[in-house]
């Protein structure tokens, strides 16, 4: 019931090791100028009590990365304002990109990854967001994600 990208779209792994770069489990830096955190878009399973969730990695600003990385790690973290974002994670079970979708990170407590709002657009997987998926829509994303040469985009 969950997915996730290890490292924003614009990673590159000869990034590992320079000074000006960083990719944690958490949060990320590019060259000292392209910030990121990982947070969760989160689908209701309509007619069940579960929740399937897409891990995916959100470009800030660097003000805004700031002010997520001051309370990281700190109580009472929720009560911060949510920060607007850029997804940068492709999810290619999509036919139309989900690269630049507008978002909205919502800190949650210690220990759990932000929420991820989309912004309400006609993008399926804003759609999605907003009006939940099936059983078997969940089934198909397994499937894509789990042998992507073998299944179709919808």
């Known amino acids: 019931m969950n997915y996730t990208a290890e490292a924003p779209a614009v990673w590159n792994p000869a990034f590992v090791g320079a000074d000006d770069c960083m990719l944690s489990s958490d949060q990320c830096v590019i060259l000292g100028q392209h910030y990121f955190v990982k947070g969760l878009i989160e689908i209701p399973v309509i007619d069940t ?11 800030l600003s660097h ?11 700190r109580l009472g973290r929720k009560a911060e304002k ?11 079970v999509y036919s139309t990109t989900t690269l630049n979708l507008k978002t ?4 949650r407590p210690i220990g759990e990854r932000p929420y991820v709002e ?5 993008h399926p997987l ?3 967001q907003r009006t939940g998926i099936t059983m078997d829509r969940v089934r198909e994303i397994a499937g894509a994600v789990l042998h992507p040469s073998g299944s179709e985009q919808p």
């Open 49 to 59: 009590d579960d929740v399937f969730s897409w891990g995916v990695w959100v470009s």
């Open 63 to 73: 003000e805004n990365f700031s002010r997520a990385a001051d309370p990281w790690d």
């Open 82 to 92: 949510p920060y607007f974002g850029w997804l940068t994670t492709e999810l290619q």
């Open 104 to 107: 909205h990170v919502h800190t």
């Open 118 to 122: 989309l912004e309400p657009t006609e």
């Open 126 to 128: 804003a759609v999605e």
